[in-house]
Nanobody, 123 residues
Framework: EVQLQASGGGLVQAGGSLRLSCVVS????????IGWFRQAPGKEREQVSC????????YYVDSVKGRFAISSDNARKRVYLQMNSLKPEDTAVYYC????????????????WGQGTLVTVSS
């Protein structure tokens, strides 16, 4: 059974930091791109960042560049999202997701989703 377990969300003041973790099991970790997505109230889900399958190259949406950093621990099958200089507009439910053998995400979206973790940034 494939599982992606996201954790690390919470309430933080603007300017603060959080680190999200995604623990992956049930699949060949290196074969999958692992991405972080978020969905704010009343908005569509958007991709925030990802590490690609294979060489683990990274992607960031423009709004988080320079503030967020994604990393992966292949031995422990974990992907982290370090979020610094958080802003109220970063408030959302954050999800991790796995996509097979792609740079970031395939045209049909991820193959597997984890449950979300809520990040709330107060002003």
């Amino acid at each position: 059974e494939v599982q992606l377990q996201a954790s690390g969300g919470g309430l933080v003041q603007a300017g603060g930091s959080l680190r999200l973790s995604c623990v992956v099991s049930g699949l060949t970790f290196d074969d999958y791109a692992i991405g972080w997505f978020r969905q704010a109230p009343g908005k569509e889900r958007e991709q925030v960042s990802c590490v690609s399958s294979g060489d683990r190259s990274t992607y960031y949406v423009d709004s988080v560049k320079g503030r967020f950093a994604i990393s992966s621990d292949n031995a422990r099958k974990r992907v982290y999202l370090q979020m610094n200089s958080l802003k109220p507009e970063d408030t959302a439910v954050y999800y991790c997701a796995a996509s097979y053998d792609v740079w970031c995400v395939g045209p049909m979206g991820p193959d597997y989703w984890g449950q979300g973790t809520l990040v709330t940034v107060s002003s």
